[in-house]
């Protein structure tokens, strides 16, 4: 038997509607779509953090590979979180392409030595 214990969100009405009109069409409970709602906000940190990381641990062209698969990587798992993930064909060329606008803007950004 699995043991549950109580936690307390504290919600406008207006946001409680909301969230138990999206609940009942998933057929979820509100108590497991929210706690579904937070699982995916602390793996989109978690992701995001992991993003960081490696940004400040390589440099060069090596790392411009891994930071470009970690980008693809991040963008298919915030797209499949949200449910955007529409036209399977094009997902990967769609990852990719984001990947690369990323890591023009991190160029920009590098200070010039």
Same mark, same amino acid.
């Given at each position: ?12 009405? @207006? ?62 798992? @915030? ?22 606008? @990323?890591?023009?803007?991190?160029? @920009? ?5």
């Amino acid at each position: 038997m699995r043991r549950t214990s109580p936690v307390s969100i504290y919600l406008d009405p @207006e946001m409680k509607a909301y969230l138990q009109q999206i609940a009942g069409s998933r057929r979820m409970t509100l108590s497991d779509f929210c706690v579904h709602l937070m699982v995916k906000g602390l793996v989109s940190d978690e992701l995001e953090q992991g993003v960081e990381r490696i940004k400040d641990v390589f440099n060069g062209i090596a790392s411009d590979a891994v930071l470009r698969e970690v980008l693809a990587v991040r963008y298919l798992l @915030e797209r499949h979180i949200k449910g955007e993930i529409r036209t399977p064909a094009t997902v990967g060329y769609d990852a990719n392409q984001y990947a690369e606008r @990323e890591l023009a803007k991190r160029a @920009e950004c590098k200070p010039s030595t």
